[in-house]
């Protein structure tokens, strides 16, 4: 647990606990203890992290029940490194084991190999574990009465399609973590909150991250604080099942990834989306109503629709003073050539063995499953 620190406010004190975030997404000791977490004391070796941070955010709704509280549970999963338990694993095995062994279980997409199928029984137990944490907070929820009361957010990473062990498929969508199409962009988001909304529901309305905090402000009945929300906008009318202001959505991604990912800049706006590239200029034009797996490229077809795009997105990256990449002197063509022929045949090759592997019945990662048997199991 860190130093807590208070700010004290027009009647209250506010205190802010921070208790297993550190400042990077991968575990330092994975995701059984011991987890070599500096914030978060470890517990009998073999724990499940998702399990003890679920246990801690309960704990930590209990404790403050009978008060307005804000609690975030970020998980670490499905981060790399794809851990799971001896148990889940083999109850994914048994069901990917009954279907077809598929060649190859990766294709090459532009950079690098990207999954194709979904029979990774590790990750799908990892799966399992985080979905079975949320169930115990969502469960502690309940029971201390605040289900109708306590707004209730969810969102969830980018599968790992490519990079973090290749281990699930994002299909239809294109690529996945770190790639600029689709399965790279887009995530899985709930908002629950019975006591103004019942009976849920379904919007297809594009919306970011960044809309999270001026809706939960307007579920609380507070004032907009728009110079802290800029590229956001309150979600409520969509909730209400009302139609949203049109507005573009912008990707600033210059960055390359261990996933494969490209430097990039995006812009969508209604059913196009553009991509610019900066590594040689050209931009894709995708209609993703049409084709939400981006494998036709419009640019070239729809050259008035690219440009108007590419001025509104240059317009945007101008207006938030971003930076732009420019050449790297050090780039070595011949070294990146090399590396991308490794990867598009010996590293496809590897991942392909190592993914049959571990679906035969003796397969085990290590000698006691990351740590996570105990000398109980």
């Known amino acids: 647990m860190a130093p807590r620190r208070r700010r004290v406010g027009a009647d209250r004190i506010w205190v802010r606990v921070n208790i297993g975030g550190i400042d990077r997404g991968t575990p330092p000791g994975g995701y059984f203890a011991p987890c070599h977490n500096a914030l978060l004391e470890d517990g009998p070796d073999g724990e499940s992290l998702p399990l003890r941070l679920a246990n801690e955010t309960s704990e930590f709704v209990r404790n403050h029940q009978d008060e307005p509280f804000?609690?975030?549970l970020s998980f670490y999963s499905v981060h790399g490194p794809i851990q799971s338990m001896k148990n889940l694993w083999e109850k994914y095995r048994k069901v990917a084991a009954t279907k077809a062994n598929?060649?190859?279980?990766?294709?090459?997409?532009?950079?690098?190999?990207?999954?194709?199928?979904?029979?990774?029984?590790?990750?799908?137990?990892?799966?399992?574990?985080?979905?079975?944490?949320?169930?115990?907070?969502?469960?502690?929820?309940?029971?201390?009465?605040?289900?109708?009361?306590?707004?209730?957010?969810?969102?969830?990473?980018?599968?790992?399609?490519?990079?973090?062990?290749?281990?699930?498929?994002?299909?239809?969508?294109?690529?996945?973590?770190?790639?600029?199409?689709?399965?790279?962009?887009?995530?899985?988001?709930?908002?629950?909150?019975?006591?103004?909304?019942?009976?849920?529901?379904?919007?297809?309305?594009?919306?970011?991250?960044?809309?999270?905090f001026p809706t939960i402000l307007d579920l609380c009945g507070l004032n907009m604080l728009p110079d802290q929300h800029v590229d956001g906008v309150s979600l409520v009318s969509a909730m209400e099942g009302k139609p949203m202001k049109q507005r573009p959505l912008f990707w600033h991604y210059p960055h390359c990834e261990n996933q494969g990912g490209e430097l990039v800049s995006i812009i969508r706006k209604g059913p196009w989306k553009l991509t610019h590239?900066?590594?040689?200029?050209?931009?894709?034009?995708?209609?993703?109503?049409?084709?939400?797996?981006?494998?036709?490229?419009?640019?070239l077809s729809m050259p008035v629709t690219t440009a108007k795009l590419l001025g509104e997105l240059n317009d945007w990256l101008k207006s938030v003073n971003t930076g732009i990449p420019v050449f790297d002197p050090q780039f070595d063509p011949a070294n990146a050539e090399t590396r991308a022929i490794q990867d598009q045949t010996t590293l496809k090759a590897?991942?392909?063995?190592?993914?049959?592997?571990?679906?035969?019945?003796?397969?085990?990662?290590?000698?006691?499953?990351?740590?996570?048997?105990?000398?109980?199991?």
């Not at 799966?127 to 079975?132: Q, T």
């Not at 490519?162 to 994002?170: H, I, L, P, R, Y």
């Not at 590594?279 to 797996?293: F, P, S, V």
């Not at 571990?358 to 990662?365: E, G, S, V």
Request: proline share 6%.
């Open 102 to 212: 598929p060649q190859p279980r990766c294709k090459i997409d532009r950079t690098m190999p990207v999954r194709q199928v979904q029979d990774h029984p590790v990750y799908a137990g990892m799966m399992e574990s985080l979905d079975n944490a949320v169930g115990s907070v969502l469960a502690t929820i309940d029971e201390c009465g605040l289900s109708r009361s306590t707004i209730v957010a969810y969102s969830g990473d980018n599968g790992v399609s490519s990079g973090d062990g290749f281990s699930t498929s994002n299909l239809p969508l294109r690529g996945g973590k770190g790639r600029q199409w689709e399965a790279g962009i887009r995530e899985p988001f709930y908002i629950r909150y019975p006591e103004r909304f019942e009976g849920g529901g379904v919007s297809d309305t594009p919306v970011t991250g960044a809309d999270l």
């Open 277 to 299: 590239y900066y590594a040689d200029y050209h931009n894709e034009l995708d209609n993703l109503a049409e084709d939400a797996g981006e494998t036709s490229d419009l640019a």
């Open 70 to 72: 804000f609690a975030m």
């Open 350 to 377: 590897n991942l392909q063995k190592a993914h049959a592997a571990m679906l035969r019945p003796d397969w085990q990662p290590n000698a006691n499953w990351w740590g996570s048997l105990r000398s109980d199991d």
